[in-house]
């Protein structure tokens, strides 16, 4: 095809084109784009050509790789952003600029290519007590937390370590995936430890903004206002207090973020926000009141929960829990709420309760404790939920509530069929 024809079909100067193929000009990312586009071909199916022509062919240009980057993270193509990455770390000015990328397509939820930007940027400043490094192992952290429980223990501990050099405003947001990472692994006195941390700075940082007439124009803002931050730690306290027994104190805890009266701000989002604490608090004075043993309680609890759906899975487990407890019968609760049983993903990440890792892993301990209460009431269908439970468990990596499964199966394996025994040694086989 001549030059001039193949410039009307692809739309790139026929000067340009000639330069191009001739080697006098590099190609620009956009010329890649319509050359392929022209030629009817994948949009990615010469990227890895043109890694070797923005580095051996040309000399590299951050105004040609950027968009390369970002593009080659777009279509999946990690092997190019690996490609480039470490070319361009060769030289540590590039350092920055990399992190930058990186920063925006964690916030697009390109986050397999952002891992690969933050690991090398990582590794290119290991020696450095940077921010940026700080910041790339916050964001690993996030990137790292899923299903798997000795993952996100790994993931929690070495993020740790960074803690401190993030900025304030990144520290409470750390502080809090920390915290519900260590709360979905029942760590109760880490978890209690991480929010005093989280109340003491943002009440401090409150107390500097309350007092300051104006404020730094430089300084980070918190991805919540910081009202939030000392409410959400007070509400995390006065959870770990009722995991703990210690109900008392949860009800104390449970004062103190349903009041909002300190706050200085009067804004739409101030009224929200305490609305929202203050319908916890009510329904949580209720669950640590069933919680305690309080079989009255029960009822009334059970109609604050029904016009809430995105509270029935949790209230479910606790009313449960209280079942086998203190012996209650709840069989028409479970009936009445039984489309609320099986596992959601798309409760909002807003509390402490709706966490996914900490929903994932109640999800494992309610079918357990679910079992538990059918066997105990001489019901078969206990059974069924041991081994659902046995397989979310392993799935999740959540070693304790295997062995309570374990536990409960070998109780009550006179009840169990011939395909349900057979079911759980493949299940117990494939967790060892």
């Given at each position: ?24 000009q ?8 319509r ?11 010469f ?19 950027r ?23 060769e ?24 891992e ?13 007590n ?5 910041v ?17 223990l ?18 409470l ?47 980070k ?21 009722e ?17 909002g ?20 608090g ?22 604050h ?8 899975f ?41 966490n ?18 059918y ?13 659902q439970?046995l ?19 070998g ?19 494939a967790?060892?």
């Open positions: 095809m001549p030059i001039n024809q193949f410039s009307g079909q692809s739309g790139i100067n026929s000067g340009t084109l000639s330069r191009i193929l001739s080697g006098h590099p190609i620009a990312m956009n010329h890649l784009e050359i392929t586009r022209a030629m009817d071909l994948p949009e990615d199916h990227y890895s050509l043109y890694v070797d022509e923005c580095f051996y062919f040309s000399s590299p240009t951050w105004r040609r790789l968009p390369f980057l970002v593009r080659s993270a777009e279509l999946g193509r990690l092997d190019c952003v690996e490609q480039v990455v470490q070319n361009l770390l030289n540590l000015v590039y350092a920055p600029m990399l992190f930058e990328v990186a920063e925006g397509l964690f916030q697009e939820g390109l986050w397999q290519a952002a690969l930007l933050y690991k090398n940027v990582s590794a290119s400043e290991k020696y450095q940077s921010e940026r490094l700080a790339c192992q916050y964001r690993l952290f996030r990137i790292a937390i899923g299903d798997d429980q000795t993952r996100n790994q993931a929690a501990h070495i993020f740790e370590g960074y803690l401190d050099r993030l900025d304030e405003a990144d520290q947001e750390g502080l809090k995936h920390l915290a519900h990472v260590y709360f979905s692994l029942h760590k109760w006195h880490k978890v209690d430890e991480l929010a005093k941390k989280m109340l003491q700075l943002a009440t401090i940082r409150y107390n500097l903004q309350r007092h300051s007439d104006r404020r730094e124009s430089n300084e803002k918190t991805e919540k206002p910081l009202y939030f931050y000392i409410l959400y730690a007070q509400l995390i306290r006065s959870n770990v207090c995991q703990m027994g210690d109900y008392p104190s949860a009800l104390d805890w449970v004062s103190l973020y349903m009041d009266t300190w706050i200085q701000e009067d804004d739409e989002e101030v009224k929200r926000t305490v609305a929202q604490f203050q319908e916890w009510t329904a949580n004075r209720l669950l640590y009141r069933v919680m305690a043993g309080q079989y009255e309680a029960l009822s009334e609890y059970v109609e929960i029904s016009h809430r759906p995105d509270e029935i949790t209230a479910l487990y606790s009313i449960v829990l209280s079942a086998n407890r203190y012996d209650w019968k709840v069989d028409s609760i479970l009936e009445r709420f039984a489309s609320y049983i099986p596992y959601r993903t798309d409760l909002a990440e807003y509390g402490v309760l709706h996914k890792q900490i929903i994932t892993n109640q999800y494992t301990q309610f079918l357990a404790e679910l079992a538990a209460y066997l105990n009431n001489k019901r078969k269908e206990g059974i069924g939920f041991i081994l439970s397989e979310t468990s392993a799935r999740i990596n959540n070693e304790s509530n295997v062995i309570k499964c374990v536990d409960l199966f109780q009550h394996r006179n009840q169990a069929n011939e395909e349900e025994n057979e079911q759980y040694k493949v299940q117990i086989g967790y060892l």
